[in-house]
Structure formats: structure tokens, C-alpha cells
């Protein structure tokens, strides 16, 4: 007994000894992983809490930029009344999966790029904007500002041709009510109008194929890459200037000033909405038009006109939307970051 006891206890001890390294070894992997691509980590989860946070605000802005409403209560009151609580929340299928993908994409480019611009300017110019960005108390200008709008902007060119068939079809679901809806309108569009009414995602998706081809995704194309080359440029240069002004003022690191990032977060999404709400309810109304004609018929584009009052209908919505949307994502995104920043590479 006392010999089979012996070897128990060796047995048992060998086996501790073969098994831990191995359990060590498989949570080391995912912890390597997440600090390769904490970008790309913290970007997607931030990402799905600000898109269903502020989704309803989405909504009422989309059917204001396309129907005629009284105003933002009005927009709520009618959506409310036709279509319940539901209605705010039609089409956040596709947002929910383009959104978290399109940004997850879009910060990893943006990284990369300002990285690579920042490269060159130091190169050619004898100035880094990163290394300027990173001194104590240094204050944005004209060199940091091009590097991160540059950067922003090739970040937007890049997700246009992915987000483009997703936010046509969240369109879509959040006019298709009003479309089927709508009076005096010709039978033969009328009739297509219909076909989309209370569709999912995907039955969405696959009616404008069906109706429009495979291209038909692809609608209102170039106002969208336009949209968001100039709309994603502001919108870093914003972000990151405003957030390195209140950094500077306040005296503290950036990682250690929540305010800052909140305040810059909020403050990015209002300044590029207003300098770029033109070109978006252009395109709105452009791909509204088009979900109503059939393949190889010719859709007419509105005019783009800036300062024109009924260009700028819900811009109040969607700047206390994207406010709301930009400081959750960016609080959300900074903490996420710098809590994967400070995990162990490997485990003890």
C-alpha cells in the first residue's frame, strides 16, 4: 500500500506538472491577440454599445431628412402612433453588423494612415504630428491637423465601398412604412414601394437586388464616398485637435482625463454633421428615389445646395445623435484600450 501511495502521489504530481504549462500556454493566446489588435478589439465593442444606444435618434433623423415633419416631436409622435416602439428600432439589424465592421475597419486604416503620413511629413518635412501630439502641453496646428484629416479622409474612402449596400438597406426599413404610405404616387412605384414594406434585413437586401441588380447596392455610390472622405476626415481632425486642446489646458495625460475624450467625442460628431448634412440628405433622398425604380430606369440627383433651408431638416436629431453615438464610442473605446494595454503578456 504504501508503494502504491508512492506512485500515486508521483503520478499525480507528473500530471500537474505536464497539464499546467499547457493551460498557461492556452490563455496566453487569446491575451497576445487581443494586445496585437486592441485597435480593432476596442473599436468593435465600443461600437455595438453606441450604435444601439443612440439608433432611435438614427431613425428620426432619416425620416425627417426624407418626409416632411413638423419637427423632431412631431417625427417621434407620428412614428410612435403608426408604428409602436418597433419603429424606431426598424433596419438596426444591418447598422448593428455594418457599423461595428465599418468602424472596426475604418479605425484600423486610420491608425495605420496617420502613422504613415506622420512617416512622411517627419521625412520631407522635419515635422512628426505624432511626436508633436505626445509633448506635454503642445497645442494642435496646421501640421497635425492635415496628418489626422488626411488620415480620417483615407479611412472614409476605404469603408465607403462596405458600408454603402448596409446603410441602404437600414434606409430602407426606416422609410419603408412612409414609402408604402405615401399618396398620389405613381401605381407602377407605388407597387415596388410596397414590396419593401415591414421586410427584414435580408428580404430588404435581396428586394433592391431583385429589383435593381446586383448593382442596386451599390446606389447613391458617389455621394456616399464623398460623404464620408470629407466627413471622416473632419471628424478625426476634430476628434483628435479638440481632444489634444482640452488635454493641454487641463495640464493632464490624455489617458488620464476622461473629460477631454468625452467632450472631444461629442464635439467631433457635431462638427462634421453640420459642415457635411447637405451631401447626406442628398444622398438620403437620392437612394429614397431610387428603392422606387427598377433596374435600368434613369433616377434623377437632387442638387447639392448648401444653406438652403430644407437641406438641413432633422440636423438638430442627428447632431444630438452623433454627440450621444461619438462621446459613448470614444469613452468606450479609449477605456477599452487602455485596460488591454495594461494586461500581462503572459500569465503567471
Known amino acids: 500500500m504504501p508503494a502504491e501511495s508512492n506512485f500515486q502521489d508521483v503520478t499525480s504530481s507528473t500530471i500537474r506538472t505536464r497539464t499546467m504549462p499547457q493551460l498557461s500556454g492556452g490563455s496566453e493566446k487569446p491575451r497576445r491577440w487581443i494586445k496585437r489588435y486592441r485597435t480593432e478589439t476596442a473599436a468593435s465593442t465600443a461600437s455595438v454599445l453606441s450604435t444601439v444606444t443612440a439608433f432611435p435618434l438614427d431613425s428620426v433623423k432619416t425620416r425627417m431628412q426624407t418626409y416632411p415633419y413638423a419637427g423632431a416631436l412631431d417625427c417621434v409622435r407620428v412614428t410612435y402612433n403608426s408604428e409602436g416602439i418597433r419603429g424606431f428600432f426598424r433596419g438596426v439589424t444591418a447598422p448593428l453588423a455594418s457599423v461595428t465592421l465599418v468602424r472596426t475597419i475604418s479605425f484600423s486604416i486610420y491608425q495605420r494612415s496617420k502613422h504613415v503620413y506622420s512617416d512622411w511629413m517627419k521625412k520631407h518635412l522635419g515635422f512628426c504630428p505624432l511626436e508633436h501630439v505626445n509633448k506635454n502641453g503642445a497645442f494642435p496646428n496646421l501640421g497635425t491637423i492635415a496628418c489626422f484629416g488626411a488620415a480620417g479622409a483615407t479611412a472614409g474612402s476605404g469603408i465607403t465601398f ?32 410596397l414590396s419593401y414594406h415591414n421586410k427584414g434585413t435580408f428580404k430588404t437586401l435581396a428586394n433592391i437586388v431583385r429589383h435593381r441588380g446586383f448593382t442596386g447596392m451599390y446606389t447613391g455610390l458617389n455621394l456616399h464616398l464623398l460623404r464620408d472622405t470629407l466627413g471622416t476626415g473632419i471628424y478625426f481632425a476634430t476628434y483628435e ?5 482640452l488635454t493641454a ?9 476622461p473629460i477631454a475624450v468625452l467632450a472631444a467625442g461629442a464635439l467631433c460628431g457635431i462638427v462634421s454633421w453640420a ?11 437620392y437612394q429614397r428615389n431610387a428603392l422606387m425604380y427598377s433596374k435600368g430606369q434613369k433616377v434623377p440627383i437632387p ?11 432633422g440636423l438638430g436629431v442627428s447632431m444630438g445623435r452623433s454627440a450621444a453615438v461619438n462621446a459613448v464610442f470614444f469613452s468606450a473605446f479609449e ?13 503567471d
Not at 430602407?172 to 405615401?182: I, R
Not at 442638387?303 to 431638416?313: A, E, P, T
Open 303 to 313: 442638387k447639392i445646395q448648401f444653406f438652403r433651408r430644407d437641406m438641413y431638416r
Open 335 to 347: 477605456f477599452l484600450k487602455k485596460r488591454i494595454n495594461a494586461m500581462k503578456e503572459f500569465v
Open 162 to 193: 462596405i458600408a454603402c449596400p448596409f446603410e441602404l438597406t437600414k434606409l430602407s426599413a426606416q422609410v419603408s412604412v412612409l414609402m408604402a404610405n405615401q399618396k398620389n404616387a405613381d401605381p407602377q412605384r407605388q407597387a415596388i414601394a
Open 249 to 257: 489646458l487641463s495640464g493632464k495625460d490624455a489617458h488620464k482625463n
Open 241 to 245: 485637435s479638440s481632444k489634444q486642446m
Open 275 to 285: 459642415l457635411i448634412y447637405p451631401i447626406d440628405s442628398v444622398k438620403s433622398i
